[in-house]
């Protein structure tokens, strides 16, 4: 008689996990809220992955026939409480798609750990049986040796663990989730420090193209930079289940720029417990770097057993030779691209010719390319640039990269930044964007940006789940926190906001976007008292080097909303001097706000006009006051806002 396969009852998928017989829906290890219908609606999507499970089976299972309930209503409700608990969305699934008019789908890797029937061991040979006078004798040898096969097959394939208990090890625990540490440099020369800093980043987005695995963003990991805090605490801080830390050295024995080689040493640590699984270290002439990196990423997956697909295979592999020169002057320019500080303008304008430099040695080196388009975008997003002068130049760096590499995610992404900002080509923005996730689910600056497009959309649910998703990418960083609290805010759910941003302020005091970001909030519910409370302290921070570039608008602003209308027309006046041809909009923001509703649309056309970035947010909740006017309807009409 053949024993019955045991089916899984723990269920895995991404950060979460499902266990089936609890009914238990985990994240990260902590338990979420999902009961009733929409964890059997999991539960039965699981047992099925990869398959329509049909709205009718679910109804014959949830709902027996004698059950007297609004079926479809009741369907759609339980699986939009599972959508929300696995922070889903129907529009961009990464979990559970809609089958139109059949059913759904459940579409993310999964790994099921088996939970065998007493006596059954999963792989071991089920014992024969003999009939007649020695059958009892018989069947006992039949079962010893069973029982010794498997044994052979607990230990020589560790199932469950076995071997590990039998020999004194520690289980090696499933790893969905990690970080890459900054490499350390071991040139000796400080000025290689980029050098270093890209190296790490390379491999961050190497790892990000495997969708099955959660990686943390650079801005994240650097902070770890120098430290020596022990591996399971910064994974604890971090939130993932396993580290790489390493070295990387340049050796130019010529000294003239030829036959430039490097050697990068990593190792694969799990978190808990502590222990070390795999080291290895790789010399390559610097013009090969490029598949160095996705051989590394590669043997990482191997190590951890995560499932790649075979798109995601092929995309690792796929590297070419490059200029060695140009490839040092991109990590130049890469590393002036992420500086912060009231230096950032210029930092940005330094890694532009960085890009341009890199291009000119190798016009056909795509990452220069989409570098290039960044760069012009975030000088725009600086003020430095006009719209009508970064934004043409972003776009044809952009299509100029996707030209030499269609699988660049950043290219992608910033070609979604162009439709959506300067050509309000609002659809276009989503193609693009869903693009650049389906090559790199890690790309914190895509989950950002598409949370963006949907808040102004007005699809602040999904916006929502974008933001959280970018944060889970970069668990640390007080700017996405930021950006998360924005997401509420334009959802007006206001309490969510006023958590994120008490956060926020956690992780950096001297943040006047998150103070500034609570007076909005309080002043939006009502909350007089706190306004002016979160007001005198933002005003204590004036003059403070961290303030940003646009520090007198906030200052006019949140005058405006405290009432000090005096006052806010005298920063005002000040900030014109700066923002009247580059931030028409955040000057129409201050009119609105202050109820100077025919300059509030002055300046609002001359945003138009100038195609400026954030005449897209007219659908947050600070333009409510004008929100009923027919020129506000019809200036959302000449930018083809969908309804």
Same mark, same amino acid.
């Given at each position: 008689m053949k024993a019955a396969a045991a089916s899984p009852r723990v269920i895995r998928f991404g950060v979460f996990e499902a266990d089936l017989q609890a009914g238990e829906l985990r994240k990260h290890g902590l338990r979420i809220k999902l009961h009733g219908q929409p964890f059997e609606t999991l539960a039965m999507l699981l047992e099925q992955p990869g398959e329509v499970v049909t709205r009718e089976a679910l109804r014959q299972r949830l709902w027996p026939e004698d059950t007297f309930v609004d079926f479809d209503h009741s369907l759609n409700k339980a699986v939009s409480k599972l959508r929300e608990a696995l922070g889903d969305s129907a529009n961009t699934p990464r979990f559970v798609e809609t089958i139109p008019r059949r059913g759904y789908r459940f579409i993310a890797p999964v790994k099921g750990t088996a939970v065998p029937e007493a006596g059954i061991v999963p792989g071991a040979v089920p014992p024969l049986e003999r009939t007649g006078p020695a059958g009892g004798s018989a069947r006992l040898v039949w079962r010893l040796a069973g029982l010794g096969i498997a044994l052979m097959v607990l230990v020589g394939l560790n199932v469950g663990g076995g071997r590990d208990k039998l020999l004194g090890g520690a289980a090696l625990g499933e790893i969905t989730s990690i970080a890459v540490l900054p490499l350390e440099n071991l040139s000796g020369d400080p000025e290689q420090e980029y050098f270093a800093d890209g190296m790490t980043e390379a491999l961050i987005n190497e790892l990000g193209k495997i969708s099955a695995l959660r990686v943390i963003s650079r801005q994240s990991?650097?902070? /770890?930079?120098? #430290?020596?805090? *022990? %591996?399971?605490?910064?994974? @604890? %801080? $971090?939130? %993932?289940?396993? %580290?790489?830390?390493?070295?990387? /050295?340049r050796a130019n024995p010529a000294g003239d720029g030829m036959n430039d080689r490097i050697r990068i040493s990593a190792q694969l640590i799990q978190a808990v417990p502590e222990r070390h699984l795999w080291a290895e270290s790789y010399e390559r002439d610097l013009t090969d770097v490029l598949s160095l990196q996705g051989e590394i990423a590669r043997a990482i997956a191997r190590e951890i057993n995560? #499932?790649? #697909? $075979?798109?995601? @295979?092929?995309?690792?592999?796929?590297?070419?030779?490059?200029?060695?020169?140009? &490839?040092?002057?991109y990590l130049r320019g890469h590393y002036y691209l992420a500086g912060y500080g009231p230096a950032a303008g210029e930092a940005r304008a330094k890694a532009l010719e960085y890009f341009q430099q890199a291009i000119e040695l190798d016009p056909t080196y795509a990452l220069a390319h989409a570098?290039?388009?960044?760069? &012009?975008? @975030?000088?725009?997003?600086?003020?430095?640039?006009? *719209?009508?002068?970064? &934004? *043409?130049?972003?776009?044809t760096a952009a299509l100029k990269a996707l030209e030499l590499d269609e699988s660049l995610a950043e290219a992608y992404t910033e070609l979604a930044y162009v439709k959506l900002v300067y050509d309000w080509d609002w659809q276009g923005a989503e193609r693009e964007f869903k693009r650049a996730l389906g090559l790199n689910s890690n790309s914190v600056v895509a989950h950002s940006a598409y949370s963006w497009y949907l808040s102004h959309m007005g699809r602040h649910e999904e916006a929502i789940a974008e933001a959280r998703r970018a944060l889970e990418l970069a668990p640390v960083s007080w700017e996405k926190r930021g950006e998360l609290g924005q997401s509420f805010t334009r959802a007006r759910q206001y309490d969510q906001a006023i958590e994120q941003f008490r956060t926020q302020l956690e992780l950096k005091p001297d943040s006047v976007q998150a103070r500034h970001g609570l007076v909005r909030v309080y002043w939006l519910k009502g909350m007089v008292t706190e306004a002016r409370t979160e007001f005198e302290r933002m005003e204590a921070l004036r003059g403070s080097p961290h303030l940003g570039h646009a520090a007198g608008i906030w200052h006019a602003k949140a005058s405006a909303l405290m009432g000090k209308r005096e006052e806010a027309l005298k920063l005002l006046d000040e900030a014109k001097k700066e923002w009247s041809e580059r931030g028409p909009i955040l000057i129409a923001g201050v009119y609105a706000v202050l109820g100077e509703k025919d300059q509030a649309f002055a300046w609002l056309e001359k945003s138009y006009a100038a195609r400026e970035t954030g005449i897209v947010q007219l659908k947050c909740p600070q333009w409510d006051s004008l929100r009923d006017d027919p020129r506000f309807q019809d200036l959302l009409r000449r930018m083809n806002f969908p309804e």
């Open positions: 990991v650097m902070q /770890f930079k120098g #430290t020596n805090r *022990p %591996v399971s605490e910064i994974a @604890q %801080v $971090l939130g %993932v289940d396993a %580290v790489v830390e390493g070295s990387v /050295f995560i #499932t790649v #697909t $075979l798109e995601e @295979q092929l995309h690792l592999a796929s590297a070419r030779l490059v200029n060695h020169e140009a &490839y040092e002057v570098g290039l388009a960044r760069a &012009y975008r @975030q000088l725009e997003w600086m003020g430095v640039l006009l *719209p009508k002068e970064a &934004y *043409p130049k972003a776009r």
